[in-house]
């Protein structure tokens, strides 16, 4: 030790560096639980468009394994007179090899549409453009779905056709 130096300034710089690396620790546990924290809840918030599809059982979460899915080209949310929320949507089939009939009918476990039937005047009014008088209703197995194929004749592709489902529910 040179003249004026004791050996209290090692110790010193020993302890800052001790506190210092505690310090760090501390924060890379912090920054590691609130990201954790982030990837436990960072689920998007569900959109009307995934309530409606859960209320009319055509979310693809509720059929897995399929290894595909339509998505709707409309769907609105709304109330009934007595409080009950009810889904409309509609789906646009192009037609063809991979967006067709059969296969949305396959994909979601329907069953072939049967004799001709109005679509309820509130899926009518709710749903934006001109929709359809009447379709081949789909026969149910679930409570509260209506579904509806309306087929387009002039299609250029076969199995072109508009889809539509009024679902009700809590």
């Known amino acids: 030790m040179g003249p004026g130096e004791s050996g209290g300034g090692r110790r010193t710089g020993?302890?800052?560096a001790v506190f210092?690396?505690?310090?760090?620790?501390v924060i890379v546990g912090c920054v590691?639980?609130?990201?954790?924290?982030?990837l436990r809840s960072g689920h998007p918030p569900e959109r009307d468009v995934d309530r409606a599809e859960r209320m009319a059982g055509?979310?693809?979460e509720q059929h897995p394994g399929k290894g595909r899915y339509y998505i709707p080209t409309d769907t609105v949310m709304s109330h009934a007179p007595d409080g009950s929320k009810v889904a409309y949507l509609h789906y646009a089939l192009d037609g063809g090899d991979d967006v067709n009939v059969d296969d949305f009918l396959r994909t979601y476990g329907l069953a072939r549409p049967g004799a001709s039937a109005p679509l309820p005047?509130?899926?009518?009014?709710?749903?934006?453009?001109?929709?359809p008088a009447e379709g081949?209703?789909?026969?149910?197995?679930?409570v509260g779905r209506q579904v509806f194929v309306?087929?387009?004749?002039?299609?250029?592709?076969e199995?072109?056709?508009d889809i539509y489902v009024r679902a009700t529910g809590t």
């Open 150 to 157: 309306v087929e387009s004749p002039s299609a250029v592709l």
């Open 159 to 161: 199995g072109a056709a």
């Open 121 to 131: 005047e509130d899926l009518r009014a709710a749903l934006p453009g001109e929709e």
């Open 20 to 25: 210092l690396s505690a310090c760090a620790v």
């Open 14 to 16: 020993k302890l800052v």
């Open 32 to 38: 590691w639980w609130g990201a954790a924290a982030l």
């Open 136 to 142: 081949a209703r789909v026969p149910e197995k679930q």
């Open 58 to 60: 055509l979310h693809h």
